[in-house]
């Protein structure tokens, strides 16, 4: 059982202070908030020490209530809001791929001119199907600004919400556009980062095998066919395809193997792991489950470096603090819930199954890879109901299959992306068969989401849900009175 440190609870006081912040703001001035820091530093310091923590805390929180205030007023702040309904010609960067639906396609972009305007403001471009300009993209265009769609009858989607929590207020529907630069700076380096390793992973590869490997490394699953997709969502695997801590944690460790191999001193290892883990944050954007991953690996990393105890719970926290310190709404976010659920799930109840397991004839990697499926799946259930309306009910199942030739796959293409530019012709090798295991992958969520029941809508999505929770309470219980 981890022990609860003063630096747990002062972190977590300052991300309960932020998350606040998106039920109410409160508006006090610098001057206002030093003298009220000032008073608190008083009190708590003359305060017994048994309440002494208790006050630092409650100030803490405080002073992470007036920063999400601030971050929350900032993201809120459109100039192109004042301008729905007018056509001019737009200055822009594209800042992400694009996401193509039926009638149309959807680029977020940041707007740096509208007419005679200068602007930096995020925005999202409304294209027709075909041509879309790449990403990192400078572009001109002539635009509409229009206002996002709010929720309507039978619609479940609220797309005006769904972007005002990621700082977007405006539409710009675009006809023609473009291209008349790249944008440089470090989203210039994350776009060349990008670029290189969807090139260097997957070199001799094509068709589905390349679109999957895409998918898992840098989280594109644009060229997935809806078929697969629905497969991936069916089957419980469509995490694969948003970047998880697991590529970061491989990362890392590769790092640090690299440097062992290498001969090369561990502070070597460390030091090459931290810029390893910033540029892959670059080159696949700042998603909450990676971000999270990244802090916390950071985190470890910095502690060694500095000659500290690693500590996972504060890894976590300090993860949190990052995410809801820069955007306050990411709290709302699915990705965030989710990200932050499973991995609550793997640090409390994950232990706990593989110890009911440790008395059954299961090889070990059977044991870690059902207990952390099974409890990631439980924690996280109820977010998928309640956000998505269905529950893949054979996920434990399906990520057995594949959790033993995931993190090979991510291995190998990372390896390939290294060796590439020395060495082609080992690089198109590795690619070969990581399309070999990319074909594995596919078949099993494809044989999964096959069985009728594979997923679980609307009220059996909740019952899917529930059943499991109050399973999991009584065998709990059962479990701590027979231990007694």
């Avoid at 980062?193 to 090139?199: A, G, I, V």
Wanted: glycine share 10%; hydrophobic share 55%.
């Amino acid at each position: 059982m981890t022990r609860l440190l003063p630096a747990h609870v002062l972190v977590g006081a300052a991300v309960v202070g932020l998350a606040f912040a998106n039920a109410a703001r409160i508006g006090a001035g610098v001057p206002r908030l030093a003298l009220l820091s000032a008073v608190g530093a008083l009190v708590a310091a003359t305060a017994p020490p048994q309440v002494r923590l208790a006050i630092v805390a409650l100030l803490v929180a405080g002073l992470g209530w007036w920063w999400g205030s601030v971050r929350l007023t900032a993201l809120d702040r459109s100039p192109l809001a004042g301008h729905v309904g007018e056509a001019n010609w737009f200055a822009g960067e594209v800042t992400a791929e694009p996401r193509v639906g039926q009638f149309g396609q959807r680029i977020f972009a940041r707007a740096r001119r509208f007419g005679t305007v200068p602007l930096d403001e995020r925005v999202e471009l409304e294209l027709p199907l075909g041509r879309a300009p790449p990403q990192g993209a400078r572009i001109r265009a002539l635009a509409v600004v229009k206002a996002p769609r709010g929720p309507s009858p039978g619609r479940g989607f609220d797309e005006r919400t769904w972007l005002r929590r990621q700082g977007i207020y405006v539409v710009l529907h675009v006809d023609a556009w473009q291209v008349v630069g790249r944008r440089g700076g470090v989203g210039g380096a994350g776009d060349r980062l990008r670029s290189w390793l969807r090139r260097a992973s997957v070199p001799g590869l094509n068709g589905e095998r390349r679109a999957l490997i895409d998918g898992i490394v840098l989280g594109d699953d644009t060229g997935l066919s809806p078929g697969l997709k629905t497969a991936f969502r069916r089957s419980g695997l469509y995490h694969l395809l948003a970047v998880s801590g697991q590529n970061v944690v491989l990362l890392a460790a590769g790092m640090l193997a690299l440097t062992l191999l290498l001969g090369l001193p561990r502070l070597a290892g460390h030091l090459g792991a931290l810029a390893a883990i910033g540029a892959y944050v670059l080159a696949v954007g700042p998603q909450p489950s990676v971000t999270r991953a990244a802090v916390s690996g950071c985190a470890v990393s910095v502690a060694w470096l500095a000659g500290r105890d690693r500590d996972a719970w504060h890894a976590l926290l300090l993860a949190a603090l990052v995410l809801l310190g820069w955007n306050p709404y990411a709290l709302y976010d699915p990705g965030f819930q989710l990200s932050f659920a499973a991995v609550l799930a793997i640090f409390v109840l994950a232990p706990r199954l593989r110890e009911v397991l440790d008395g059954y004839p299961l090889p070990d990697w059977l044991r870690v890879a059902v207990s952390v499926s099974a409890t990631c799946g439980i924690a996280t259930a109820p977010i998928l109901a309640l956000r998505f309306g269905a529950v893949p009910v054979l996920g434990i199942l399906a990520n057995a299959l594949v959790e033993p030739v995931v993190g090979v796959l991510l291995g190998l293409a990372l390896v390939a992306a290294v060796v590439d530019p020395v060495a082609p012709g080992l690089a198109s090798a590795l690619a070969w068969l990581d399309g070999w295991i990319a074909a594995y992958v596919a078949l099993c969520a494809r044989a999964v989401a096959a069985v009728p029941f594979a997923q679980l809508s609307g009220r059996a999505a909740l019952v899917a849900t529930v059943v499991p929770l109050l399973a999991a309470a009584v065998v709990w219980r059962r479990l701590r009175a027979w231990r007694v």
